[in-house]
């Protein structure tokens, strides 16, 4: 299972909105609505952000939001903050009982 | 809901060892938990899972790991584990447990280094 494939870096102004794209195949992102988005500062473990495609857990800021269209899923966050600064995954629930991970983008504020 | 992972080290190619993974915060019987490692730089890998008793514990294992790496758990100690025998220098990394709830992992360990090395 390859991994799913993300931008290798997003960059954006403070305040400024950015989509960060997840794309994967008709064996995971396009066979169920199982993506999930994490956020990883450095040396430090992932963090749940989006879940089911387009929830948040509680706690979560509502600039952050997912969307999917076929096999690919997106990740947007709205008014770009200093503390969004991290590296994001995506992943995915696969037809062969397996989960596979986007290989990452790491986010820039300018 | 926590997680506490241990067990990592220095180990030399072909070698074996083995990770634990600690529970507390909910019903650990119940919950699938799953295993990911990160190298120094580099993305997350899926490493496999092991279910809960709702699943019978059926495991699943990633292509990369499969027939060398062996999860099991221990529910009356809330314990998961990680058994890597035939350990290779590209298994190095930080290995994290995670509990999978409804197809996403909402809680994470903070991780044990593996390295592999002469």
């Known amino acids: 299972q390859s991994a799913l494939t993300q931008p290798a870096s997003v960059s954006g102004s403070p305040g400024q909105s950015i989509t960060i794209s997840c794309t994967g195949t008709s064996s995971d992102i396009g066979a169920y609505n199982y993506v999930s988005w994490y956020q990883q500062h450095p040396g430090k473990a992932p963090k749940l952000i989006v879940y089911?495609?387009?929830s948040r857990p509680s706690g979560v800021s509502h600039r952050l939001s997912g969307s999917k269209s076929g096999s690919a899923a997106f990740l947007t966050i709205s008014g770009l903050q200093a503390e969004d600064e991290a590296d994001y995954y995506c992943t995915s629930y696969t037809t062969t009982t397996a989960f596979v991970f986007g290989s990452g983008t790491r986010v820039t504020v300018l | 809901v926590q997680l506490v992972d241990s067990g990592g080290g220095l180990v030399q190619p072909g070698g074996s060892l083995k990770l634990s993974c600690a529970a507390s915060?909910?019903?650990?019987?119940?919950?699938?938990i799953h295993w990911v490692r990160q190298a120094s730089g580099k993305g997350l890998e899926w490493v496999g899972r092991?279910?809960?008793?709702?699943?019978?514990?059926?495991?699943t294992y990633g292509a990369s790991v499969k027939g060398r790496f062996t999860l099991s758990r221990d529910d009356s100690k809330n314990t998961a584990s990680l058994q890597m025998n035939g350990l290779k220098v590209e298994d190095t990394a930080v290995y994290y447990c995670t509990r999978n709830y409804n197809f996403f992992f909402d809680s994470w360990g903070q991780g044990t280094l593996v390295t592999v090395s002469t």
């Open positions: 092991i279910g809960g008793k709702p699943n019978n514990y059926a495991t």
């Open positions: 915060g909910f019903t650990f019987s119940d919950s699938a």
């Open positions: 089911g495609v387009d």
